[in-house]
């Protein structure tokens, strides 16, 4: 008789590799927990996508709030037939037209000159300046500002005042200039005193007395003044006569700001920046059609034919083809108001099938012949209908009294509800399985006990035949 062995192939070559078996049992009740997992994926993907939803949504909200401001219509270019005369530039508001500016005169500041110092050495110092110096009132300010120059040990020069008197802030400016012979050498110097700013009345200061005393102490002196007083620009717009404390000008005309430069003539001419308020329109468009791109990406998706995309995109295109009535009679504005302004549906036989097709030269008419009829329309007809509408799609209610989710928020807490309910389930699942493979691990290893006590029972058995 024949006898044979049944062997084990095993790590230990005894009983039953209990990990790789059940592994492989638990790997068949798998099939649960991964359509558990399988549906939260599809719910996770449906949140970012509709995050980017939402963002194109308020992309477009952005873009129609552009086209609803007040400064819609007011981007204009300016430009100056004569820089040099007259610089110009505009914040939009100013009215299209051309400005016949003439300037007369330009804003100055006053210049006081002290001479016949009889100073030939700007460097050196003058005895009646080492003390405190009464020395100007500046824009109308009292009392007299004064120096305290007692403190230069080594005496104080023309130089000295003259930094001394910049340094203070007092709203004028010192200078030591020389007075040259006729081969250009310098015989003596001056000191030349300059407002910081123009106008007859920023512009303006009074030298006191005692400063004129001070200087009159070097030796020879006799010191006089000389003024040149301030001066406010004087200019014409059209005609009609302004004038300003400086030469910058930013109230001679709404919204317009002159640089003056030199006397003479510019004609200024302001007009509207069509390029610019296309382009505000354009980016609409673009929005818009960035909106229809998204839905129909996410319905090719994870979203499939899903009614809310539906809703939306049929809300999104009746608030902006609704019939509008400004002056309650028909205009060709009421019942296609985006059409009248040269925005309008693509064909559905083309790709821009669902999108809008913008027609710029149509759109330049209509705000060359009426502005303010197509900006009454965008503020109170599509432009704040579109506006409101996709904000009630992304606002939080209280569920009561009629104030509810809006409908992407509405949905987007669905889904997470629905995630949140799947992860319970997952985590039920997972415990089941964890309890499953427990009892299978300690059934085969009670199994595996009891084939190594067998083996061990005809090991002996074998051994004590001699086989």
Do not use: C, H
């Amino acid at each position: 008789m024949t006898t044979t062995s049944t062997s084990y192939s095993t790590p230990n070559g005894l009983g039953i590799d209990i990990t790789t078996l059940v592994s492989q049992m638990m790997s068949t009740y798998q099939g649960p927990i991964n359509a558990v997992k399988s549906q939260i994926s599809k719910l996770n993907s449906q949140i970012s996508s509709l995050g980017t939803f939402q963002s194109s949504l308020d992309s477009l909200k952005s873009a129609m709030q552009a086209m609803t401001s007040t400064s819609f219509l007011q981007a204009t270019t300016t430009s100056s037939s004569d820089t040099s005369v007259v610089a110009a530039t505009s914040d939009g508001t100013t009215p299209a037209g051309q400005y016949q500016i003439n300037v007369s005169q330009l804003a100055a500041p006053q210049t006081t000159t002290l001479s016949g110092l009889n100073v030939t050495d700007p460097t050196a110092a003058i005895s009646g300046l080492n003390r405190v110096v009464t020395i100007l009132s500046a824009n109308g300010s009292t009392p007299a500002k004064q120096i305290d120059l007692s403190a230069n040990t080594n005496g104080t020069s023309l130089n000295d005042l003259a930094a001394a008197i910049n340094k203070a802030g007092l709203g004028v400016s010192a200078l030591v200039s020389p007075v040259l012979n006729g081969a250009g050498q310098a015989t003596s110097y001056n000191l030349v005193l300059m407002g910081q700013q123009t106008g007859s009345q920023a512009g303006a200061f009074t030298v006191d007395s005692d400063l004129s005393t001070a200087l009159n102490t070097n030796a020879g002196a006799s010191v006089s003044s000389s003024t040149q007083a301030a001066t406010n620009a004087l200019y014409t717009i059209n005609g009609v006569q302004q004038q300003s404390q400086s030469n910058t000008v930013t109230n001679g005309m709404q919204g317009l700001t002159l640089t003056l430069n030199k006397l003479g003539t510019s004609a200024v001419n302001v007009q509207m920046d069509t390029s610019q308020i296309t382009t505000t329109v354009q980016n609409f468009v673009n929005a818009y059609n960035k909106v229809v791109t998204t839905i129909g990406t996410m319905k090719s998706g994870t979203w499939g034919p899903d009614s809310m995309l539906t809703s939306v995109q049929s809300g999104l295109l009746s608030q902006i083809t609704a019939p509008y009535n400004a002056n309650g009679s028909p205009t060709i504005l009421d019942s296609s108001p985006l059409a009248a302004i040269g925005i309008t549906q693509g064909s559905t036989l083309t790709n821009n099938a669902g999108q809008l097709v913008f027609d710029s030269t149509k759109f330049v008419q209509a705000i060359q012949t009426n502005p303010s009829s197509v900006v009454n329309m965008l503020k109170n007809g599509p432009g704040a209908n579109l506006v409101n509408y996709i904000t009630g799609l992304e606002t939080s209610g209280t569920n009561t009294n009629g104030n509810y989710d809006g409908l992407l928020v509405s949905r987007k807490n669905s889904l997470n509800r629905q995630i949140g309910d799947l992860t319970s389930q997952q985590s039920a699942l997972q415990e089941g399985l964890d309890n499953r493979q427990t009892a299978l691990t300690a059934q085969y290893s009670a199994l595996n006990a009891s084939i190594a006590t067998m083996q061990a029972s005809l090991n002996s058995v074998r051994s004590a035949l001699g086989m």
